[in-house]
């Protein structure tokens, strides 16, 4: 076992699934944050199990080529970025490296490398935001968390996000601290406001703000929305009620205090309405890319029938219609499935028929009822697939699986529990939609081995 406190030299190998810098010393692995591969450094314990440790770095003896200085001012203390110590080129390498370790590991597979689709731009790419309010001597802040905590980092301007975001969070504080808005206290479960969620549609400049409040209204909501009418693209105004205590951002009651409540925005050719507790991804421009590779491998005919499981508000769904004889969608999220019916009306495609429901249960009872597509496509959050959706997939047997996961963990299991099942994996691509963080996004598809 390492000993606390005590500095060793030692060489990063690797990363973690978070960006971290691995290292092994004495048979430990050690984790340590802002290192990067290849680099020689000394470290300090800081944290000694049997088999792990965490440590600092103390000194840098060699450093890597891909070292640079951090853009952002906060970088260090923020929770919300991980890589502005090192450039794009080796963050993309980390990543794809990543997706291709996971399905080796744990996907049985052998694969020498994998491509990945890298963003052409770190900065102001992100179309949502949700920043936690805070408050130190009287004075109301908005900013993101510190990594592990819930000590929110003021953060004047946030690279990854576009300028007008960020005005839209000035805009919130100023009326915060002007009519003494009161902050929510977690500990306390006290005040008024938790966070401030910004989403803007990129081809429409359309800007949606949700305040999450504890309680159902808010002053001088005329106050409020001077301010935020000064903002380019300002459309709609939202109040989430969250009263629960936890960690939820939004809560499941939403008021609309101006405008229609929803936003609109254009993805692959097509229209989307956007609610608040809609998932939508993030990067617009890496998205379409990343549906477009989907749509690709998934080489549907005109004569099939496309299942699209965890479908949101149907994106990857609508933009696959076109090309098959009928798409289904399944989600969980009744708001989402009726942002997915209503895109489907204003994009004025016919064969879309969308199901509310868990994506597994509604897939064996589709199944059940007959249903046999000839290509499902997934795209589950990071827990992956449950055993439902796994049987109903054996159960279907299409002759196509295209799976979309953000997390190459569950994605490699998911492949593996596939193969056992008959089927054999085809092409596999990363797609790096949050450049500066360590999540990674994937493509891969299954095909029917007879
Ligand atoms: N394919 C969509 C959404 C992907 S995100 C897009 O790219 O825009 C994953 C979606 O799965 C979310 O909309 C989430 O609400 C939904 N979801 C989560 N758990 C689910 C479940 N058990 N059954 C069905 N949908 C689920």
């Not at 002007?178 to 429409?204: C, F, M, N, P, W």
């Not at 405008?259 to 609109?264: A, L, R």
């Not at 056992?420 to 990674?440: Q, T």
Request: hydrophobic residues 40%; contains cysteine; neutral net charge.
């Amino acid at each position: 076992m390492l000993i606390k406190n005590q500095i060793y030299e030692t060489v990063i190998t690797d990363y973690t699934s978070e960006g971290q810098g691995v290292a092994h010393i004495e048979g430990c692995a050690v984790f340590i944050p802002n290192a990067i591969a290849g680099e020689r450094v000394t470290v300090r314990i800081e944290k000694a199990q049997k088999t792990w440790a965490a440590g600092k770095i103390v000194e840098i003896l060699e450093r890597s080529p891909h070292r640079c200085n951090r853009e952002c001012p906060v970088a260090k203390l923020c929770g919300g970025c991980d890589f502005w110590h090192m450039d794009y080129a080796e963050e993309t390498r980390l990543k794809a490296e990543r997706v291709r370790n996971c399905l080796n590991r744990l996907g049985g597979e052998a694969l020498t490398e994998i491509p990945i689709l890298s963003a052409p731009t770190c900065h102001g790419y992100r179309n949502k935001a949700q920043y936690p309010v805070s408050q130190k001597k009287g004075r109301a802040y908005a900013g993101f968390f510190r990594a592990g905590t819930h000590d929110v980092v003021e953060n004047k301007r946030c690279l990854i996000l576009p300028e007008e975001t960020d005005a839209v969070k000035d805009a919130v504080m100023d009326y915060v601290n002007q009519y003494r808005v009161t902050v929510y206290d977690e500990v306390a479960h006290k005040g008024l406001l938790r966070h401030i969620y910004v989403r803007r549609g990129v081809v429409s400049g359309q800007v949606l703000v949700c305040l999450v409040c504890n309680g159902d209204k808010l002053p001088r909501v005329e106050e409020l929305l001077k301010r935020l009418e000064r903002i380019p693209g300002f459309t709609t105004l939202v109040l989430s009620v969250n009263t629960k205590k936890g960690n939820a951002v939004l809560g499941d009651k939403f008021i609309t205090l101006h405008g229609p409540g929803y936003i609109e925005d254009t993805l692959c050719g097509l229209t989307f309405r956007l609610s608040p507790r809609s998932f939508y991804q993030v990067n617009h421009h890496q998205a379409q890319r990343l549906y477009q590779a989907a749509i690709s491998q998934a080489e549907i005919t005109k004569e099939d029938l496309v299942l699209d499981l965890y479908c949101g508000v149907g994106t990857i769904t609508l933009a696959m219609a076109g090309a098959a004889g009928k798409v289904i969608g399944v989600e969980v999220i009744p708001q989402a499935v009726a942002d997915a019916r209503d895109n489907a009306r204003r994009n004025g495609i016919e064969n879309a028929e969308f199901f509310c429901g868990d994506a597994g249960q509604a897939a064996l009872e589709l199944e059940k009822n007959g249903v046999h597509p000839d290509v499902v496509v997934v795209d589950p959050p990071r827990k992956g697939l449950n055993a439902d959706t796994i049987e109903a997939l054996h159960r279907m047997s299409p002759r196509r699986i295209v799976y979309v996961s953000c997390d190459p963990a569950t994605l490699a299991r998911d492949v593996a529990l596939l193969k056992a099942r008959g089927y054999s994996l085809k092409n596999a691509m990363a797609a790096d939609l949050f450049p500066r963080c360590s999540h990674v996004e994937s493509v891969v598809t299954l095909v029917r081995e007879c």
